[in-house]
């Protein structure tokens, strides 16, 4: 990142630095690029890729539909019940 990069960035962000805390901000970023330098130098040629450093299995059970309750068993706690469908008060006029 340089100077120009983070005054956009100020810009966007609404954020009024000190020149400290530019400098700062200025450091972190260069020690971060040093950091993924180091990483992009070592060979991973002969690595296998990976999704997941664990490995996962997913378990998946089967969709199968359930009838847990009955319409009138759901409709008794209903204030009110028309035709079996429940009947709410008219919010608008």
Known sequence: ???DVLRRLEKLN???LTE????DVLAFFAK???EIDKLYSVDTE??????H???IMTVVREDVEKKLFTRDELQQGAPEATDGYWQVPRLLE
């Open 46 to 51: 002969q690595v296998e890729r990976m999704v």
């Open 20 to 23: 400290e805390q530019k400098e």
């Open 32 to 34: 971060q690029e040093q």
């Open 14 to 16: 609404q954020l009024a």
């Open 1 to 3: 990142m340089d100077r």
């Open 53 to 55: 450093v664990m490995p």
